[in-house]
């Protein structure tokens, strides 16, 4: 299941913004206090998830500047991936009388115990929305909007780039507060 979340500063007015800078390149970031616990996400998908960020701030009305250009609001994407296992043991219970067989291997109410262990990996995408002048004066990035988005890099790799591109324009779809109203003469 995919699940798209999205959060917002809502002292923040978002009509303040005009224009934003899209960052070229998508932050994978890794598990360095478990490096084995890490798992690599493609970099096939990066430049569709920009192409969406920015097609998407365009279409609620913000123009996209150019590098070494200021704009009012920096968009940013990471990635973080990480592995986890889940472990347990149990005792079959056909060995109990009323469970099956009423005699088994050990003798009633025993059994071989089985242990399960299973992997799956869970990849978040961070949409990140920056205000460049709140960062600039208090010295730390501050996060007006983020979306998260976790659940597209499961499956072949055009399902992936379906669900990539309806999880990234939820997101935007969800946050309607960003459209910039049309500016009064």
Not at 10 to 27: G, K, S, W
Request: charged share 15%; proline share 5%.
């Amino acid at each position: 299941l995919d699940l798209v979340a999205t959060v917002y500063d809502t002292a923040f007015n978002y009509q303040t913004n005009r224009t934003f800078f899209q960052l070229d390149t998508v932050i994978h970031l890794r598990d360095t206090a478990n490096p084995g616990d890490t798992v690599t996400i493609s970099r096939d998908f990066d430049q569709q998830m920009i192409n969406l960020v920015r097609t998407n701030m365009v279409n609620l009305g913000y123009v996209s500047v150019p590098s070494g250009t200021e704009p009012d609001v920096i968009t940013a994407i990471s990635i973080t991936a990480s592995r986890n296992y889940q472990a347990y043991s149990f005792y079959p219970w056909w060995g109990y009388p009323g469970y099956g067989w009423p005699c088994c291997v050990g003798g009633p109410g025993w059994g071989w115990p089985t242990t399960v262990v299973s992997s799956y990996r869970v990849g978040t995408i961070f949409i990140d929305m920056i205000d460049v002048d709140q960062s600039k004066a208090s010295d730390t990035i501050e996060v007006i909007w983020n979306g998260a988005i976790n659940g597209p890099f499961e499956g072949t790799e055009v399902v992936s780039i379906e669900r990539i591109d309806r999880t990234f324009n939820q997101a935007f779809v969800q946050s309607e507060y960003l459209r910039l109203m049309a500016a009064t003469p």
